[in-house]
C-alpha cells in the first residue's frame, strides 16, 4: 500500500510541475530564423518570437551560441539623420505575463559578431537564452531566406 500510495504521489509531482510550466516559466520561442551570410561575413541576426504563458513578467538578458564569438541584444533605430542604425539593449528585451516579445527585421533582434562559419541555407545554428526568472532555454535558430 506505502509503494502505490508513493508512486501515486510522484505522478502528482510530475503532473503539477508540467502544468506549471517547470523551470521556463512558461517561455517559449517560435519561428527562430536567420539570414543567410556568406563566411566572409562578420555579422549575422536572428529572430524570433518569445512567448511568456507564465503569470510572472520575465527579461531576456543575454544569449549565446558556439556559432558566434560574441552574441548581442541589439535594437534597430533612425538616426538623427535619417539612416537606419543598430545599438546594444540596454538591461535585456521585456517579456511580459501572458504575452510575447518579437525580435523582427528593422526591430529587435539577436545579434551574432564573429561569426565563425557561413549561415547557408537550411543550416540549424544552436542558440542558448537566458531569461532573468525563467532560466536557460535552448532553441535552434533555422538559416533561411525570409520569414518563416
Known sequence: MRRKRFVFLLLLLALLLTACGGKKGGLRV?????????????????????????????????????????????????????????????GGIPVPAKGKAELKVGGLHIMCIDVKEGFEVGKKVPLTLHFEKGGDLSVEVEIRQEAP
Open 30 to 90: 517560435e519561428g527562430a530564423w536567420g539570414r543567410p551570410s556568406p563566411k566572409m561575413a562578420m555579422a549575422g541576426a536572428f529572430y524570433m518570437t518569445i512567448y511568456n504563458d507564465g503569470a510572472q513578467d520575465d527579461r531576456l538578458i543575454s544569449a549565446a551560441s558556439p556559432a558566434c564569438g560574441t552574441v548581442e541584444l541589439h535594437e534597430s533605430y533612425m538616426t538623427p539623420e535619417g539612416a537606419m542604425g543598430m545599438r546594444p539593449v540596454a
